[in-house]
């Protein structure tokens, strides 16, 4: 781990289109994520362009509401290769989104018709000193990344195949 971002890979048995699939699918997300703070998506559709917002609602015991909603702007999205969004928030309610400046980003690497290797990076280097002030980085620990990667695994193994994949 580096002093601004944190990574893991896994090797999953799995077509790269496939797990593409369940990383633009803000439904998956909740059954992805390795700490329970993400609970349910609010926008539903799929990914398909950057600069698109999709909201999440969240969960955390150390927040002063305890449930709340994440506002993601996707940052990258080149399928079946990577895919990422910046993590952001409506302070005031008035539909004016603030970013805090942390990156979750998937890139993965075809190692054949079956096999695709997964690394998910969290990457907090463009967060300001105020934040950092409040919040410590990362916020979890480092088995999380390897947790989510496992839970992707499994989920886009009992993804059906299409005729795309």
Known sequence: MSAENVSAT????VPA?????????????????GTGWVQEPVD???????????????YHA???????QTANKVHVLDPPRAVGWLTGYDPKGDG???????IWR?????LGPS????TLTYDWSAVPQYIREYL????FGPDHLTNSLHHLAELAALVAPTSRT
Do not use: C, K
Not at 44 to 58: C, D, N, Y
Not at 96 to 102: I, K, Q, V
Not at 136 to 139: E, G, K, T, V
């Open 10 to 13: 896994l090797t999953v048995a």
């Open 17 to 33: 289109a496939r797990v593409f699939a369940v990383l633009a699918d803000p439904t998956t997300h909740s059954a992805i994520d």
């Open 44 to 58: 539903r559709a799929p990914l398909t362009e950057v600069g698109q917002i999709f909201r999440m609602g969240m």
């Open 62 to 68: 150390n927040h002063s509401d305890g449930g709340y």
């Open 96 to 102: 004016h989104l603030e970013f805090g400046g942390w």
């Open 106 to 110: 998937y890139d993965l690497a075809s």
């Open 115 to 118: 096999q695709t290797e997964v």
């Open 136 to 139: 410590q980085f990362p916020p």
